[in-house]
């Protein structure tokens, strides 16, 4: 069940096969979610888009950053965070991480992608699963 990944039609995609940033930070390139009022039903879940491969020592993270007014945003939650001990793949498809919001999330909140390697390679998806 764990591979399995429940979506309502069309939910939206908080990062849709980003490309890892290099030696960077990046706002996801899909839609803002609004998880308030959901009550811990719904769930981000980063899925590698394509191959990712890090670099000895390098870190990538997935997070979520959630806001009031959809401009100051704050750190809600790390989906997936790594740092490599030797040159390190993430095979398309797999997941990544799974990250539930609390139940009193703010109505904004995006995904947020940063490594430091400045050479890493591959893309991410962050989708909207529905808990069951």
């Known amino acids: 069940m764990y591979k399995n990944i429940l979506t309502d ?13 290099q030696n960077a930070t990046a706002d996801g390139n899909g839609v803002v979610q609004d998880f308030s009022g959901m009550q811990s039903k719904m769930e981000a879940v980063a899925v590698v888009a394509s191959d990712i491969v890090l670099a000895d020592t390098k870190t990538i993270t997935v997070k979520l950053q959630e806001s009031d007014d959809g401009q100051t945003y704050s750190d809600a939650g790390v989906v997936f965070t790594h740092t490599a001990s030797g040159e390190t793949t993430f095979s398309a ?16 909140t995006k995904a947020v992608l940063y490594s430091d390697d400045p050479a890493v390679t591959g893309s991410v998806s962050v989708k909207v699963g529905i808990l069951p």
Do not use: N
């Open 93 to 108: 498809g797999d997941i990544l991480g799974r990250f539930t919001p609390s139940v009193d999330a703010k109505p904004y």
């Open 9 to 21: 039609h069309d939910s939206g995609y908080m990062a849709k096969e980003q490309a890892i940033p």
